[in-house]
């Protein structure tokens, strides 16, 4: 089994500078037009609302609530809007058919927009009026590979597609501390055991990928866990802190997390528990409940959900991991963690494990190596992640790796991308 382990020593003098690094200023706080506390950023940086400008059917309360969302001297490139989860102004509540609980947009805002409004409604007004590709918008301008109508069978069509999956409704560019913030990663799910000695455990981790299935490593679900810990019964959503009932930042708390049964859980029919190298060490859990999505609770996209890479990421390429796995300082962190770790090149990977006799595949991908930071015991299953194409993708599960924190020895992490036909063809409505 496998931990993610964090660096939680950064004092708060090294953080204001990794800050000091990455932004001239911190994004500054702003209300949007529903007075909700969000973060003045450019719209490139603000998935929920860069997703209503490229709306090829945004109805006129959309541009409203654009113009109305404008906020001066933000982060990034201009135009800038506050950001937060909002994507229209707000009365009720109502489920739209991905399960989003969204607001309707039946109030308008009273006032102006802001001295940058001018850069803002010109954006609006050519996307509406079609002379602009919609795509071409802070992305690569193609429209995403793998996921044409055509080729979709009806499980698989129950993938969430862009803007849907792999949002965020901060900046992603704020890295450099230990803990993750408040609604950061959403698709974070913690499983539960219930242990052979009583009571639940959670020892692993794993990614909502759409309102019903949970995407993790198979060794989390059957084999060596089932004698040592005890049986998988369910999992959590929305969790951030372990050790509190609500979660607040501050400015606001999240809902409660929620605890979900399972209905049925698919390891990869290839994966053999007793191999060395972990191969196909990928499983499916279908919850017995659909979820309904909010802030703290969204799917992370596929690698098929968005433009495949011009050229393979180099090795160096930073990724994301995070999870609730041990730090220097205990056994578990209560708080959601996050680390950056560089991606390995593949036959460089292999000669390493060469040396333990272990075989890593092509199916395989590997990160880290870093003294300190790596995947350690307690967040199996959990995502290996890379923010591209304006949204985050899980490109990796966290399967294995030789000891814990040793410099030269990555983490070995299955390849999604790899298994997209699988994933699909166990996927039902």
């Known amino acids: 089994m496998l931990r993610v382990i964090f660096i939680t020593v950064i004092s708060a003098l090294s953080t204001n500078l990794v800050f000091g690094q990455l932004f001239e200023t911190q994004p500054r706080r702003c209300f949007n037009p529903n007075q909700r506390l969000g973060a003045c950023v450019s719209i490139y940086d603000c998935q929920i609302l860069l997703s209503v400008l490229r709306r090829v059917s945004a109805q006129r309360l959309d541009t409203e609530f654009l113009r109305a969302s404008e906020c001066k001297d933000g982060y990034g490139k201009a135009p800038y809007v506050c950001c937060t989860g909002d994507t229209g102004f707000t009365r009720n509540t109502y489920d739209d058919d991905d399960g989003y609980s969204r607001q309707p947009s039946t109030v308008l805002f009273p006032g102006g927009f802001g001295e940058g409004r001018q850069r803002l409604s010109q954006h609006i007004s050519e996307v509406a009026a079609g002379g602009r590709d919609f795509n071409s918008i802070g992305g690569s301008g193609k429209q995403p590979k793998g996921l044409s109508a055509g080729a979709q069978t009806s499980a698989a069509a129950v993938l969430p597609r862009l803007p849907s999956c792999g949002g965020v409704t901060i ?10 913030d408040l609604y950061e990663f959403p698709w974070m799910v913690l499983l539960e055991y ?15 990928i759409n309102n019903r299935y949970v995407l993790t490593a198979a060794h989390c679900v059957k084999g060596a866990i089932e004698k040592q810990i005890g049986q998988l019964v369910g999992v959590r959503l929305g969790e951030y802190d372990t050790t509190k009932q609500t979660d ?21 029919n290839q994966y053999r528990d007793n191999a060395a190298n972990k191969e196909n060490d990928i499983a499916l859990i279908r919850l017995d409940q659909d979820i309904r999505f909010s802030d703290s609770i969204r799917p992370i996209c596929l690698p098929s959900a968005v433009a495949q890479e011009r050229s393979a990421p180099a090795s160096d390429t930073l990724y994301t991991v995070a999870g609730w796995g041990r730090t220097l300082h205990s056994p578990k962190s209560a708080v959601k963690q996050k680390l950056q770790v560089p991606l390995v090149d593949l036959s460089q990977c292999q000669r390493k494990y060469r040396e333990r006799k272990v075989k890593v595949v092509s199916n395989q991908l590997c990160a880290g190596g870093h003294y300190a930071e790596d995947s350690c015991d307690g967040d199996s299953g959990g995502p290996l992640m890379h923010f591209r194409n304006n949204a985050w993708v899980l490109e990796g599960i966290v399967s294995f790796g030789y000891k814990c924190g040793l410099s030269g020895w990555p983490a070995v992490h299955t390849r999604v991308a790899n298994y997209d036909d699988w994933i699909r063809s166990n996927l039902r409505n």
């Open 171 to 180: 900046s992603n560019k704020i890295y450099g501390g230990s803990d993750a």
């Open 194 to 208: 219930n242990r052979r000695s009583g009571g639940l455990s959670t020892n692993c981790a794993g990614s909502l």
């Open 248 to 268: 607040c930042n501050g400015y606001s708390c999240a809902p409660k997390a929620i605890r979900v049964g399972i209905e049925e859980i698919i390891p990869h």
